[in-house]
């Protein structure tokens, strides 16, 4: 599992998708989470703007991504 420190809350779902390189562009991240490709805490998740914050566990394509936020 990797740690992902967000310096805002929330950060929309896709964003962090893209952002952490795990799809090549936004787009693409949209259409992973659409077809219910991504894991938000254990769950499916096909809200593509689904608003994510500290302690939320993200899986995708065999990544683990752990959310923190500076205290």
């Given amino acids: 599992m990797r740690d992902v420190e967000i310096n805002k809350q929330p950060v929309e779902l896709y964003k962090i998708l893209k952002f952490e390189g795990l799809t090549g ?6 259409t992973a989470v659409a077809e219910g490709m991504v894991r938000v805490n254990g769950q499916v998740e096909t809200q593509k703007r689904k608003k994510i914050v500290a302690g939320d566990v993200i899986e995708f394509a065999s990544e683990k991504l752990r959310i923190t936020f500076p205290e």
Avoid at 25 to 30: R, T
């Fill in 25 to 30: 562009s936004g787009a693409e991240a949209k």
